[in-house]
Each structure stands twice: as structure tokens, then as C-alpha cells.
């Protein structure tokens, strides 16, 4: 499997958005968040067929702002994938920043317009998500009690 490059990765989005229809957003901030949720979903998906691949192990990689896939990332998207599907559920609002950022490539003033908010509830919400993130990435591989375990440690 080849490396998704950003461009390659906006096309699919951008196909996937249209498809046989005409997409109808509301505003900007409407077909931001779409797209930012797209490519989480195309990222996600090619990861879990990179790591159906390989069948490795958990494979440690760092967190960056950004999150260019390549199959050595595999493991990564699919584990930032499983922790904002908790973090959906404990804190919308953090699980929408943290995608808008790793996914949507936004800055904290791009989220703050998109969800109407001020830049500097962006940037505290953004450090207290970052850090329950990490630490939900550096526990050790899942097993059928992690998400109990997630729920306990929620921000």
C-alpha cells in the first residue's frame, strides 16, 4: 500500500463529499467539519487495511500536529481513531477539536471560527485533550476492559 499524500488525501475526501450528487453545505464551518470527518474516515480505513496486512503488533509512533499517513503510521490513525471514539463520547467538544486538528489540519484560530468559540477555550480545551489523548496512547495494548478503563480516566 502507498503512501497517501495530502493532495491525494483531500481528492478521495473531495469525492467521497460530491459523489453522484451536489453536496448542499450550510457555511463554511458546515463543509470544514465534513471534510475533517472524511478524512479521518479514508486515514482510518486505509490504516486498518495497512495493519490487516502486516498483523503487527502495536506499533509505538509519536504524536505530531501533523498526521501525513504512511504505512509505518498504521497503527497510530487506527489508535487515535479508538480514542476519539471514547473521547466522542466523554467530551464532544474536545473529540471535534482534537479531529479538526490531527484530521482537518486546522490552527486553533481556524477551530475557534469553525465552532464559534474563542481561540483561547480552543487552546485550553486543546491542551487538556492532548493530554488525556497521550495518555490513553501510551497505555498498554487494549484488551475487553480498556474502554471501561478510558471512561474511568476521563478529562
Not at 490552527?107 to 491542551?127: C, D, F, K, W, Y
Request: aromatic share 4%; no cysteine.
Amino acid at each position: 500500500m502507498q503512501t497517501l499524500n495530502p493532495t491525494a488525501l483531500v481528492h478521495e475526501a473531495w469525492l467521497r463529499m460530491v459523489g453522484s450528487r451536489d453536496p448542499d453545505f450550510d457555511s463554511r464551518a458546515h463543509f470544514l467539519g465534513v471534510a475533517a470527518r472524511l478524512m479521518r474516515q479514508i486515514l482510518v480505513d486505509r490504516a486498518r487495511a495497512r495493519s490487516a496486512e502486516k498483523r503487527s503488533g502495536g506499533v509505538r509512533v509519536p504524536l505530531e500536529d501533523d498526521l501525513a499517513f504512511t504505512g509505518e503510521r498504521a497503527g497510530l490513525v487506527v489508535a487515535l481513531d479508538e480514542a476519539l471514539g471514547i473521547l466522542e463520547k466523554l467530551d464532544p467538544e474536545r473529540a471535534k477539536i482534537l479531529e479538526l486538528k490531527y484530521f482537518g489540519g486546522m490552527t486553533a484560530e481556524e477551530s475557534a471560527a469553525l465552532l464559534g468559540v474563542p481561540v483561547h477555550r480552543i487552546n485550553r480545551q486543546m491542551r487538556l485533550a492532548q493530554a488525556w489523548l497521550r495518555a490513553q496512547l501510551d497505555r498498554e495494548p487494549k484488551n475487553e476492559n480498556s474502554a471501561d478503563r478510558a471512561l474511568e480516566s476521563a478529562p
